[in-house]
Structures are given as C-alpha cells and as structure tokens.
C-alpha cells in the first residue's frame, strides 16, 4: 500500500484483501514496534504508512496503524498482547474523528485502556511530527484525553452551549451516552465533567441520567408511603414462623439447600439465633449437641402446615424487604452525599424486584 498523491483518490491506496492477506489481522509496523510497545506499556495506533514512519522517525517506535481498513476487534486483540494502553492518534479531519471513535469503542469492548492524542481540523501525524520538535511530540502524545472525556467534548463541541437550544441538544447527547456506563464510579466521575462542560447542575445532569436509565421516582415515593401497610405474603404468619418452616423444610428435604444458596441466603439472614445456627450447620455439612437438639424439638412438632413455595416466597420478600429498609436508611444518611446517586439505583432495582415477587401468584 502507499500514500496518494491525487486529491480524487482515498488518502491510502491499499492492497486489495486476499485469502492469504488478510487486513483484519495485520498491522503495519507491529514487527518493529512490539518489543518498543512493552517496553513504554502502551501502543500509538494511527491512521496510515506514512504517519507511522514519521513517528517512528522522531524517535516514538511504540506505533502501528491498521493497514487501510477500520480497526477491528482482532487488531485490538493481537495489540493486547504487548500492552492494555493505547493512545489514538488519527487525523484531525471529520473522517479521522469518526475513525477514532469507531477505534475507541472497538479498544474498549477489547480490554484496552484508551486515551485520543487531538489534532487540529486538517492536521495528521505525519505533518504534526515534521513540523515539530520530538520534546513537543512527545508532550502532545502525554496530554491525550481520557476516551470518555473525548467523547463527551467532541459530543458538546458540535452544539452552540451558548444558546438554550444548543445546551438542551447537547445535555439530552451526553445524557444518552452517560445512561449506557456500565460502571457506577465511571458515570459519576463523568456525570460531573459534563455537568462542568456543560456548565449545568450536577444535580440536574444526574437527575436526567437517572431518568434516562428508567428509574421510576413515583415507584419510590409509593414504597416509601406505603411500605407498613404491605402483607409480604397470604401465607406469612410473621418472621419466626417462616424462618421456623424453612429450616423444617431442610430436615425433610435437605436438596433444597441448594435453591436458598442460589438466592444467595445465608445464616446470617436468620434473625432467629436457633435457626441461624441450624442453617450455618446444614450449610457447613456440620452438626453439634446444640444442633441435634434443636433438630429434635422441630421434628416432634408433626407435619409441615403449609409448602415450600409458600415459605421461600414469604422468606424472601422478608429479606428483600430488610434490604430495602437498610437501603433507605443509607438514602437518609446520604442525601447530599455522591454516592446517594448508586444508592437510589440499587433502591429502585430492589423495588422492582420485590414488587414482581409479591405479585408473582402462589
């Protein structure tokens, strides 16, 4: 492949893909710059031949570029070999803007750590390096932005912020990509960098993330007022005798051991201190004096009155229920406090959850 001349032609001219050459699996330079990519733990991905000669040229050997084709997730594999970091440098045009994003993402889902070197409207590496000093590079190269940070500012930089209209536009954007953050910390930090970029209330911009990811505030309101008046279950007689059942029902069929612990029970979600210890001992394969004899006081007292299902429906709406009042408790205590945004999370799925089971029919 090679450099164009022609304004009519693409910028790379490339070798056409064959069964024996296959694009998606090779990266131009990767021969050279391997051992130079473990030595600075990261790799310099950019666009062409060209910009990779002119980096590796002025000293920065870490480089490779994909050869004329979008980067795919097998580059982003073979690259994870040598190192998780990697710092995108393509051009500054709008085709090299939406390479880097496409590359960022394809990084990403890959396992990489990826930060965006900028470059300025019609600007590549290649003519970045020629016209400036290895010192300057290599300063341009340590000021890449996180890729989130660019996301975001590229998103902002496309609306007028300065108007009403070009404010909502770009806040309803960056809401959108701020819902799709898996990680809580992450969206937190970046919720108040778009808040700062944006020049809005981090309250407001969480307020419309948390919308946006379907959290129903009228769901919370109507627990919160409604919670004492709940019956957790038509065959609920109170705590002791469900937690009573559920461990009777272990005697007579200790298999079903197996679908508490797939709900994640364990004995300390027994208030009752003698049930707690029987459920540690059936769960430890263990047994004791203590334990025997509560056994037998349990067996005197004849058949079950009611079933299995009934009594794991009714445990668990208990334990979902102590978990939403302790998650209440945390609401209270950290009303203004940045982590309350994680905590009404967690309360809303919970509420979900536990609404779907009371109303799950016996």
Known sequence: GGRSMRSNQPKYLNTAQTPVFNKSYVLYGLNWAKEEIKKHDY??????????????SAGFKNVVASLGTAFTGNHAKLLNRFS????????????????????????YDNGLLVRVAKLAEGEDPDGFVQKNSSEQV???LNLAQPFREYELDRIISQH????REGKLAASKEVVTLLAKMT????RDEYIRYGAQALNISEHS???EVNQNMGIDRDLVEQYKYNKENVPLSKSTKGEELVEREIIRCLLAE???LHELREFGVTHQDFLQPDYRH??????????DQRGTSLTGELLSLGDLSGNWEDYLKSFLLMLKKRRLQNIEGKLSSLENDRKGFDIRMELYFLLKEYYGLLNTKS
């Open 160 to 163: 007028d912020v300065e108007t």
């Open 278 to 287: 029987l459920y540690y001992l059936f769960s430890q394969s263990q047994s």
């Open 138 to 140: 290599d300063k341009w």
């Open 205 to 207: 911009l969480s307020a």
């Open 183 to 186: 990680n809580s910390i992450e």
């Open 254 to 256: 200790p298999d079903r």
């Open 84 to 107: 998780t970091k990697a710092i995108i440098a393509f051009d500054g045009d709008v085709a090299g803007q939406n390479a880097t994003l496409n590359g960022i993402r394809t990084l």
């Open 43 to 56: 790799t310099i991905i950019v666009e062409g031949y060209t910009d990779v000669i002119a980096l590796f």
